[in-house]
């Protein structure tokens, strides 16, 4: 079974707030700024991430790559413990740690609980990083901040995404940190640095 940072590689409120359900967000501004965020398909991001449930807590460095559909994730633990170098096209993940590589069908929970011992929506992260929703999944429910723009808190699938801080990225309020949470699991993610457009 693959831990953190093997997983975390495969990858990965405000008081006045607008809640909407699916098909309702009607909010111009939101409609707008979302419409910037579906365009914004390269992008990289660096920070942390941390995941917890009942049986344990772990932590990783996080680099995170998007180009259109395809995801690179190299992920660190803490102390220099193992590099692990993710690479999804969206349907399979391929991780590569310390000279081993497993492909897994991202579109199977049970694969990834089985491959990675955690039980995360990984299809939905570069949706859900972005601060927007996966536009395969339902959206519960959504509620955006006083001036109807931004997301604080969405749902889907069973899963509650708040969005606790955001940073400007060449203009583009992009979250930079984000809790995500089903149950007793919970993930956190501090993004520290975003860049916008090719890689260079």
Known sequence: MLHLPGLLLLLLLVSACATTGPGAIDSPDWQAHSARLQALQQWRASGKLALRDPERAESA?????????????????????GATRIVSDGRQLEIQRDGEVRVIDISSRDQVR????????????????????????????????????????????????????????GGLPLPSRLRIENGATRAIVVIRRWRTGPAT
Do not use: K, M
């Open 61 to 81: 460095i996080l680099d995170w790559h998007q180009d259109g559909a395809q995801t690179r994730v190299h992920l660190r633990g803490p102390l220099g413990v």
């Open 114 to 169: 089985l491959h990675t011992g955690w039980d995360l929506p990984l299809g939905a992260l570069p949706y859900w990083l972005r601060g927007l929703p996966d536009p395969s999944l339902e959206v519960e429910a959504l509620q955006l901040d006083a001036a109807g723009t931004l997301p604080r808190e969405l749902s889907q699938a069973g899963w509650r995404v708040s969005y606790e801080d955001f940073a400007d990225a």
